[in-house]
């Protein structure tokens, strides 16, 4: 079955409910879906809910964030493609959630705050999220003041730290005060026994793996590669410092 499988009725939006569910009914019967699904059973039913929950608020947060910067440019529309890998036979209908979601009167805090609401115990979704558009904003090869001052409020709405927010801007912003240590969420005059275990724990939350154990789809275990990669490069440069082992 194609990431956008077929299931029958608009299942999307009635599982979201909200002003994701109302981007979702665009789908008319199309759903997010890369396996197969039991519906009869309540944990398969909340793991669809999740996995439709993350894609269509990159999809609603991303169509935003395109116009921060004045313009919905068409490398920013490819790269949003290339994250999500999106086939030409299901173009149509992502093109119609993306569409709907940029001219919705609902503003992007709605959707924010509902992925808030959905993941809030899931701190490494809610930063997988904000990772992906961070992604897609930098794809036109800058990420323009707008785009920042988007992720940084989008960032606030879901609950994430500054850590979180270093995570997500990763090589694609380089702030005049860039901190290796701020990136792990740790602070300097930490002990190296100290550093080892949050990198450690940074890891662990952060591994592929573990977003596949989240029921979240394909997209977000590849978002979760590229921010494990960030996080191993902070480490690295504090142990290159630190002379360690």
Avoid at 17 to 31: D, E, I, K, N
Avoid at 66 to 71: L, N, P, Q, T, Y
Avoid at 181 to 200: C, I
């Amino acid at each position: 079955m194609s990431f956008w499988g077929k299931l029958g009725g608009a299942t999307g939006g009635w599982i979201l409910g909200g002003p994701l569910g109302a981007v979702a009914g665009v789908l008319a019967g199309h759903y997010l879906v890369d396996r197969e699904v039991d519906h009869d059973q309540v944990a398969a039913e909340e793991r669809d809910q999740k996995s439709l929950a993350f894609t269509i608020g990159v999809i609603a947060l991303s169509a935003k964030m395109a116009k921060a910067d004045g313009v919905v440019a068409p490398v920013e529309v490819a790269a949003f493609r290339k994250v999500f890998h999106i086939e030409d036979k299901d173009m149509e209908e992502v093109q119609g959630v993306f569409d709907r979601a940029t001219y919705d009167v609902a503003g992007y805090e709605s959707y924010a705050r509902q992925l808030h609401d959905l993941f809030q115990d899931e701190p490494a979704t809610l930063e997988d999220v904000l990772h992906g558009l961070a992604h897609i904003a930098a794809s036109d090869g800058a990420m323009h003041e707008a785009e920042v001052t988007y992720l940084t409020n989008v960032a606030g709405i879901l609950a994430l730290d500054k850590a979180s927010l270093r995570r997500a801007f990763g090589r694609y912003v380089q702030l005049p005060d860039d901190d290796p240590y701020e990136v792990l969420g740790v602070d300097p005059a930490a002990s190296d026994s100290e550093v080892k275990r949050r990198h450690r724990a940074l890891v662990a939350e952060n591994h592929p793996d573990r977003a596949t154990a989240r029921g979240l789809p394909p997209e977000a275990i590849r978002i979760a590669t590229s921010k494990l990669a960030v996080i191993n490069a902070a480490w690295d440069a504090i142990r290159s410092e630190r002379a360690l082992a």
